[in-house]
Every structure is written in C-alpha cells, then in structure tokens.
C-alpha cells in the first residue's frame, strides 16, 4: 500500500492533505508547519506494540511545548540529554518519574539535579559519572536508579555523524568496561542498577541491525541480573529511520512492524520491562519548512536556487549530508531543470541539495522542505542574525 504525505492536488502542493498554499498566506517566511495527526498517528503505532513497558520520547529531536503536549497526553515518558531538556520536559508538564536522563558528559550540576529530583533512570555512559555520582548520592543521602549504556559495537550502516555504537564511539560502555561498571555499582548502597540500555545510531534504515544489537545484550543482561536483582527493564534506545526520498506513511508503518516483530521475537519471554526512546521517527515527518526563492543564479556550470532559509534554520544537510526533498508549493508547468538549492548563510557549506530536479520555479516561488520535524528547529541558531522563525501547528 501507499499513503504518501506530499501529493499535487493540481498544481497545489498538499502535505498529509493540507492545501500548504492556504496555510502559509498570513505568515511570514520562513515558517515551519506541524501537523500535530502525523504525530499522534506515530505514538499510536508504537505503543500497539503489546510487550512495551513505555514509550520515552527523546527531547533532542524536538523540544517544541506543543509536541510535549501531544507526549504528554499520549502518556510518553522523555528521555533528554542535558539539564535544559530535563527543565522544559518539567516545564510542560511531566514529572521527574517520566525523565529517563542520557549524555555522555554529565556535569555534577546536572547529575546533582537528577539524584535530588529523584527521576527514573539515568542511563550511565561512563566509570567518571559513576564515581560522581557516587559522591553526589552520599552528600544528598538519595539512592539513584541507573541504566548501564552498553555498546553493543554494531555497525548501524548510518552516516558516521549518526552512529553511536562503534568500536571506538564517544557513547557507552564498552563490554568489559562495562562489567568494571557492574562492580563499581555492587559495592554502593545508594547506586540500584535497574536497567542495561543501549542506543546504537539515527537513522537506521536496516531493521536488522537491531537485533544483532539484543542478541549482543541479552548475554550482559543475564549475568549482571546474577548481582544486580533489582535490575528489570532493558532500555532499547531509538534510531529506527525514516526514507527522506520518499514520505509514505504505510512504508513507515511496515518498517516499525518489521522492528516490532523483531522485538517481539528477541524479548517475548525475557521478562524485563522494555523502554524505548524514540525521536526521529515519531516526529520527522510532521514538518515542513516554507522557504521563498529569493536568487536564481545561472553560471556556465551550475543553476543555483537560493533560499530564505538555511543552514542557521535547518543544519543536517551541512552538518552530515543529510537529505530533504524540496517541492514547490504550486506546480507550473514548462522544462524540467537541475538547481542546486542553497540558503542565505554566508557560509560555502549552507547547501540543502545539490543537482535536484524542479520543474519550472521562478524568483518569488515558495518551496517546502520536506520532513524536518525532527532534529530541524532544535538544532537551529540565529548564526548571521538571521530572525527565527515561526513555528505553526495544525
Ligand atoms: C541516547 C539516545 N536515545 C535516543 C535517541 C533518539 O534517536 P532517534 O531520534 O534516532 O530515534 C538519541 C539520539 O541520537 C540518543 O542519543
């Protein structure tokens, strides 16, 4: 089957059957545009899955209070990277109990915050957090409930910028530092080992790498369960990816029941409370950035469209080559040409796409970015002074 989210209704671009023409009139542009169902749906899916504890939404790739809310409602946990996400997760709405807290450089502010706070997991990356927080729980008198990052060392056939478990990653604990972690951990009164967690990479195309990733844990999970009783859940991370080529809700749903199955294969009978902390895929998709051709500009080599956002706006493509369709808002007709697409920034890197085919589009035409609810306007700056832009939801 085919659901596609960008469809010409005519010449009018629509997105998951919005006329984009009719929304973005009042506003100026740039704008990005939400449409909070294409979330909504998302959550649905996962939390169908019958052997899920709870579905922990990781902050990082959206941190808008309107998509907390959707969260919130949907009963999702958070799991955040750093002391302001673990504040705007409070601020909208969630309670500590909700905060499963992740990052590989804690600071002592942060961990101090956490164990006073009482949240329910921090997921510990490395042996220096463990002696902080060793300290820490003793100064407060407060026992602390922490995950063990492993690293599963599987290769997640990502871009490099997006892989979190291989061999020499920043991320997690190595298997045999990891069992020095285990008996760090056995010694300290306030330090409960509840869960082993592992996030192996974004934008995970091959849902096979998953379970190679379990299989790799599952043997950890046995033996540290033999001197850590209270350990219970298994922490399975996020990264399942979403093709940017296409944007074709049943595709998207089949690949989250071809990783749903796998779970449930690998974890039927394990007995563990499972946690999941997804980002990319529940909200990529539910955005569109509106952006104005302001310049075409034709050299012998290249045909270059330039835009009125960039990389200060939406940094992927620059950042790691990352890819967004670019479809313009009304349909004309005449030669199809090949543009390359950039942005404002006074920076050479501020490409979006390069060599991409558009029917005929003039100075003045509106373009969608396509699929940038996701590590979009999180990651965005105000580099070169640049006005933020809005963000609207429908
Ligand atoms: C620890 C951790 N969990 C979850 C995620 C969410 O990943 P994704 O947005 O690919 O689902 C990330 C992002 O890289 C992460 O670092």
Redesign the pocket.
Known sequence: MSRKLFIYDGSDLTFSSLKLKDQVESYQNPVWIYKKEVITERIDWIQSWKGLGRLHY?I??NFHPEILKIMKDKNCGI?A?SLGEMKQAIKYGFVPQDIIF??VAKSEAELTWAVENEIYQI?VENQSELKKLIKITEKLNKKVNLGL?VNPEVDAGTHPG?A?ALKDSK?GLGFSDAIEALGMIQGQKNLILKSI?F?I????MNVNVFEKAIQTVKPFYAEARKNHPQLDRLDL?????IDYHDADSDVDHSRWKQLEAIYTKELKDFGAFLLL??????VARSCVLISRVEVIKKTPSKNFLMLDAGMSLLMRPSLYEAFHQVLPLEKKSGAVESYTVVGPICESSDVLVSDFQFPMIEEGDLVAICDVG??GASMSSNYNLREPALEIFI
């Open positions: 990781a990082k790739a799991d990277v992740s990052g997921n990052r997006i979190t991320f967690s996030h990479g974004s934008q995970i991370g996020g990264g399942l990816g902390e997804v980002g990319r895929f529940l996701a590590y």
